[in-house]
């Protein structure tokens, strides 16, 4: 069951409607969401690149600058230590675009998922040592890179880490936190405890770009080469699943619009293989359909193929390299689909079912999948999960968590099990010994604080609307809320009772609802639904009865009043525009 939670934060919504002119209910929306101010809601509406933080506020920015300028000075070459999901794929091609453009001879290397695992390690160091570089700067890893940290130090490479990760740290017994880093002549990451940047909040690609600015700025290049990096940083963050909110909102609103009319071939090619309208492009766009196919190239191949779309200078020579990423993340869509029935069907026959924190083995399942399963179980049982496939040192596996529960924090007590771990308090990856996994399950159900109402989805209604209220006017104007994700989500809005006037259901392979609905004042208007069609007709027809629910799909008078949450969209088609809602959650 879930909890359905109607907002109630209070503000004179009248009088700062009429400040800034906009409906009421807008400010009622960002109230729900934090936005508390008047600085707050002019920077959520109207923030632009002005509204960003100096990048000299992140601590070592001015020694990583001298670093890193020091290096291209010399004719050193570069090495870029970067990752193979979407956030170190852009973050590498930050840097990488702002290096040369500062004159450096600057290459990227990444670890092989299967054989190395994520981040920077000792082959990366060794190599680089080995062809004569004389810098290697890390992004979207290295806050955790001890043992690679050290091999570089005793090769005499000089290390710049950049990274968003949470800061590792050992527990004192008095509660104390004593924070570890590695060795590194530089290291920009706000997590840093002393860290005075005043957004948390950034990704990897993020945080490369303030390097960048950093640099161009020390070197007079001219901003709008800075910008030409702005849908990268753009991507990683809404495929990141970072906060949308601060600094993230603007890089994201700007990198949209620069994504919507972009030059660059790989980009423009891949926005095309997926049959998008370029101009239509959202948060949606990114967080479903291409950060996926950039992570799936790192996922079942290695990044060297997204590296090369993005390097591409021709549409020929992109389109056949954005093909080839469509086609692996088709595939890859096939193979979670497989292994998350899997993870089910395992859990339900198991005492896993009854504990805290679910960690489960797939010993088949190809190992850059398991994080995707991992969330995708996490949204159906509403736990922290952990799944876990065999590799040759043991068992390698990810973890996503609800917000009740730190998993970073949780893993960090039982840190001595696992040969190596990171991440954040919403997501974590790790790898430890066969032998030990039955032990972490033990100490992570035994060390969670967590009750039984933490595992009882919220949803949260922004406000009771009814359909009377919805206009084309309203729907525009709700629009200026965009970027939507995570940290800003859609508006949800609700009535109890909503009678069903006709219900079908379109589709076959991924089943959904077309339905019209009547509320109690009588307005009537066309609603969608994309959830799960079958388990929407088996808990209407529970309650109301099979015939009710036939009665229904015949358009004929049925008995079914559900209350639902939902958002207002505009339907268009075939040059008409017609007012909806799409639903987002029932209840019976």
Known sequence: MEKWVLEAKKADFQ???RQFGVDPLLIRLMVNRGVGTEQEMRQYLYGT????YAPQEMKDMEKAGDVVLGAIAAGLPIVIASDFDVDGIFSGQILLEGFQKLGAAATVKTPHRIREGYGLNRRIVEETAAE???LIVSCDNGIAAFEAAERAAELGLPLVVTDHHEVAFQMEADGSRIYQLPKAEAILDPKQEDCPYPFKKLCGAGVAYKLVQYLYERQNVPK????????????????????LEGENRIFVKEGLKRLRRTKKPGLQALI??????????????IGFVLGPCFNAAGRLETAAEAFSLLAAKTREEAEPLASQLKVLNDSRKEMTVRGTEQAIEWIEHSSVKEDKVMVVPLEECHESLVGIIAGRIKERYHHPVIVVTSVEEGYKGSGRSIEAYNMFEGLQGCRKLMSRFGGHAMAAGLTLPKENLPILREQLNREAHLTEEDFVPIIRIDAAMPLGYISEKLVEEIEVLEPFGKGNPKPLFAEKKFWIR???????TRPFLRL??????????DGIY?????????????KFGSAAWEQALRGEKNGICLMLAYYPSINEYMGRRSLQIVIENYCC
């Open 516 to 525: 019209q609905v009547q509320n109690a004042a009588g307005t009537v208007m």
């Open 502 to 508: 006709r219900a079908s259901v379109v589709g076959k």
């Open 132 to 134: 004569g570089a004389g």
């Open 530 to 542: 994309f959830g799960d069609a079958k388990e929407f007709e088996q808990r209407v027809a529970g």
């Open 224 to 243: 709008e080469e800075l910008e030409n990096l702005l849908e990268y940083v753009a991507i990683a963050t809404v495929a990141d699943v970072m906060d």
């Open 15 to 17: 009088k700062l409607g």
């Open 49 to 52: 690149l002005e509204d960003l």
């Open 272 to 285: 095309d293989a997926n049959q998008l309208a370029k101009e239509r492009l959202s948060s949606y766009h």
